[in-house]
C-alpha cells in the first residue's frame, strides 16, 4: 500500500499546533506531505488527498517544485471550501530555478 492509501479520511486531524517566529498565527504541526511514490504523486491522489485533509480539518499543505504537486494543492484548497487564509502552504524548490 502507498502512503495516500494508507491515510484514513475519517481519522481526526490533530490540533497540536507550533508558534513560528515572525507570524501572529500558529501553525499546525501535522500535514499533509504528498511525496515519494509515483502513485502519492498522481494529482487525482494528491488532489483527493488534500481536498479530503482540507475537509477533515486539517490546515498545513506541502508541496515541492520536485515533486510537481503545486497544481493538485492548489485545486484541492479551491475545492475545499476552507478559506485560504485559514490555511498553512509549505514548499521547497529547485535551487537550480532560481535566478541569481
Known sequence: ????????????????????????????????????SETDLKPSVVLEGATRFLKRGGRLLDTAQYYKNEGAIGEAIQRSGVPRAEIFVSSKIDISKVPS
Do not use: E, F, N
Not at 5 to 33: E, F, H, L, N
Open 1 to 36: 500500500r502507498t502512503m495516500a492509501s494508507q491515510w484514513d479520511p475519517a481519522a481526526k486531524v490533530c490540533d497540536d499546533v507550533v508558534q513560528v517566529r515572525g507570524s501572529t498565527k500558529p501553525m499546525p504541526s501535522v500535514g499533509y506531505i504528498p511525496c515519494c
